[in-house]
């Protein structure tokens, strides 16, 4: 089946600082990725996803775009803010066309003032 | 449009007992996947249903463990006999019957003594 590999974490930076969270992924076809965010003790929210090769996902300031050569599906945020700490997740179908999800490990980001 | 609940939010066990967690999806879902997340890790897929049908039980432990989706009424999460390892965060997703988003509850955080 489809899977990804996240970057571990956890991830420490400074309000204002940039960004990036590595995920690859192993799939057949091109199944849809997404990012998920998951904010302490709530449930994961859907941040952003792409549907296809090249696309760009984008939300709050954050972006990913599918690359096809690299398969990967880094996600970035040029500017973070306090409010971004939470724990990121890359996710993608089991098997392309399916709909369960395969989730990476999670990366946990703290942003300190 | 109220968004995914999931009852109860907290729940305490001891061992031995029965865990029975309660998922209402969003209006219009007739999809529903259940999710385990263990302290530090990613979520695991679990099982996915729709309106009286399991589609896909791949991830559920094959004892103690049951999933159900009636007609009329939530869905349920059943869990017989539990032990300590079944201490976990279990969250629900729903989607519609078209599109691969998933939107996801806040989560039960179940507690086995």
């Known amino acids: 089946g489809n899977s990804v590999t996240q970057m571990e974490g956890p991830v420490t930076l400074s309000e204002e600082a940039f960004l990036t969270i590595n995920c690859t992924y192993t799939a057949t076809g091109y199944p849809s990725l997404f990012w998920y965010v998951q904010y302490p003790g709530e449930g994961l929210q859907l941040l952003l996803k792409a549907t296809k090769a090249d696309d760009k996902g984008s939300n709050k300031g954050f972006e990913a775009t599918y690359r096809k050569e690299t398969t990967s599906f880094h996600l970035e945020k040029g500017s973070v803010q306090v409010s971004d700490s939470a724990v990121y997740f890359c996710a993608l179908p089991y098997q392309t066309g399916a709909n369960n999800l395969f989730f990476g490990t999670g990366t946990r980001l703290t942003v300190i003032p | 449009n109220a968004g995914v609940m999931q009852n109860p939010r907290h729940l305490v066990r001891r061992r031995g007992q029965e865990a029975r967690l309660r998922c209402s999806p969003m209006k219009g879902h007739s999809h529903v996947y259940w999710y385990r997340q263990l302290p530090e890790e990613g979520l695991k897929f679990m099982v996915y249903l729709q309106k009286e049908n399991i589609i896909d039980e791949s991830g559920m432990p094959k004892e103690r463990f049951s999933a159900e989706f009636p007609k009329e009424g939530p869905s349920i999460l059943r869990i017989q006999q539990v032990v300590r390892g079944d201490s976990a965060a279990y969250f629900c997703?729903?989607?519609?019957?078209?599109?691969?988003?998933?939107?996801f509850g806040p989560g039960t955080r179940l507690t086995v003594l």
């Open positions: 997703a729903s989607s519609p019957p078209i599109g691969d988003e998933q939107f």
